[in-house]
C-alpha cells in the first residue's frame, strides 16, 4: 500500500497523490507522486520548496527540463520496475 498524500493548492480544490518514492539531491527533496495505484498512471516529480519556519510542506511541480531529467533518472534507477516517459 502506497503512502496517500493531500495536495491543496492556493484556493483550489484538494487532490490526493499516492507518493511512489522520494530521493534527496544536493540538498533538496523531491518527492514521485501518481494519481492511481494501477496501471499506466500519471505521475508527477514535485519538489519540496519549504523552509524551517513552515508548519506545512510546501511543493511544486518540477517543470525546468533539465532538472526533470536527471531527478527521473535518480527515480528510474530507485524504482528498477519503473519506467517514466518524459
Same mark, same amino acid.
Request: aromatic share 6%; hydrophobic share 35%; net charge negative.
Given at each position: 500500500?502506497?503512502?496517500?498524500?493531500?495536495?491543496?493548492? *492556493?484556493?483550489? &480544490?484538494?487532490?490526493?497523490?499516492? %507518493?511512489? =518514492?522520494? #530521493?534527496?539531491?544536493?540538498?533538496?527533496?523531491?518527492? /514521485?507522486? #501518481?494519481?492511481?495505484? &494501477?496501471?499506466?498512471?500519471?505521475? /508527477?516529480? /514535485?519538489? @519540496?520548496?519549504?523552509? @524551517?519556519? *513552515? #508548519? *506545512?510542506?510546501?511543493?511544486?511541480?518540477?517543470? @525546468? *527540463?533539465?532538472?526533470?531529467?536527471?531527478?527521473?533518472?535518480?527515480? =528510474?534507477?530507485?524504482? =528498477? @520496475? %519503473?519506467?517514466?516517459?518524459?
Amino acid at each position: 500500500m502506497m503512502e496517500k498524500i493531500k495536495f491543496c493548492a *492556493d484556493g483550489a &480544490e484538494e487532490v490526493e497523490f499516492y %507518493v511512489l =518514492e522520494q #530521493t534527496r539531491i544536493n540538498g533538496t527533496s523531491y518527492i /514521485l507522486v #501518481t494519481d492511481s495505484e &494501477e496501471g499506466d498512471a500519471e505521475c /508527477l516529480i /514535485l519538489k @519540496d520548496r519549504s523552509e @524551517d519556519k *513552515d #508548519t *506545512d510542506s510546501i511543493y511544486e511541480i518540477v517543470e @525546468d *527540463d533539465t532538472e526533470l531529467m536527471a531527478v527521473s533518472k535518480v527515480f =528510474e534507477e530507485l524504482l =528498477e @520496475d %519503473v519506467e517514466i516517459e518524459r
